[in-house]
């Protein structure tokens, strides 16, 4: 079963280590571009690409909780803990790849974290995601990134404690961007300890 690890995963997500160390900062740091935009427009239209346990949405929708919430995932454990964690008509959660994903909607804020690299097709899936943003859409990615012989080796580590993954160095996912018609408004590196491989957090707009 291709995703029968983050089936294994999902009681135990929310307390793993990397919580504090990649996952937390991750959500702290994307909050730090979602709340503005937000607190300009409570109205907006979010996605969360492999949403997990639904830490994320949980976090944005206790400050606003109007604005409508979608979090997507391969694993239907995680979905079920995203469900019984997020209370609100306005925050749905559904069992999904992003390949297999439809929707008529729009979205004004699409977001990714660490889910990108387990993609088969990165850039058909990233022309997907860029074809589901609202004109002018903000897209954000976070991902681990190989952009040295550390973390390489970090990162081929990290792989083997889940599934199969491709971890794209920086100058690679911009070419990706581009070629989805995205641009790159802002690439920060989130780097909490230094055994901690580049993690990086790419801002684009539609």
Known sequence: M???????L??????LWVQKYSLGPTRREVKKIVLPLLEKNDQLKILDIGCGTGQLIKEISE????????????????????KDSNNGSNINFRAASIESFESNDKYDIIMCMHAFPYFPNKEEMLKKISGMCTDNGQVIIVNSSTNSLKDLIINFFLKATTSK???????????????????VKNIHVIR???????????????
């Open 2 to 8: 291709r995703y029968e690890v983050w089936e294994k």
């Open 10 to 15: 999902a009681h135990k997500y929310n307390n």
């Open 165 to 183: 993954a491709k971890y794209l160095s920086i100058k690679e996912m911009k070419k990706l961007f581009d070629m989805a018609n995205l641009k």
């Open 192 to 206: 909490e300890r230094f055994y901690m491989p580049t993690i990086a957090l790419f801002h684009t707009e539609r």
């Open 63 to 82: 400050q606003y909780h109007e604005v409508s919430y979608l979090g997507i995932d391969v694993a239907e454990n995680m979905i079920q803990i995203a």
